[in-house]
């Protein structure tokens, strides 16, 4: 059920996304395939014991894990992005809270 939804999300995010929100939509399409390759592609290791296909091509269990914490790290960065782009997008032209990176 869950891999459903999520292409179901994917597919949304492709072709219902306004144009006006390209460059948010880059970073959702970004978090949407971080979470997929690390849930659906099996790579962490769970409980002491690695049980993915990473594993069994034979890779270390410490690279899988350094691996997870990479993909879940950029997924957490991407998400603290798109709280900052969604900010700036409701603050004023006049604010100083508004910036321009």
Known sequence: VSTLLNAVAF????RETPQSQAKF??????IQVRTGICLYGKIAPCGGYCVGW???LGV???FCLALTM???TNTGL??????VFRH???VSEG???KFNP
């Open 11 to 14: 597919v949304c995010l492709l």
């Open 25 to 30: 939509r880059k970073y959702l399409i970004y």
């Open 54 to 56: 990473v594993c069994r």
């Open 60 to 62: 270390p269990m410490r």
């Open 70 to 72: 990479w993909i879940l």
């Open 78 to 83: 991407s998400i603290i992005t798109c709280f």
């Open 88 to 90: 700036q997008s409701i």
């Open 95 to 97: 604010s100083r809270l």
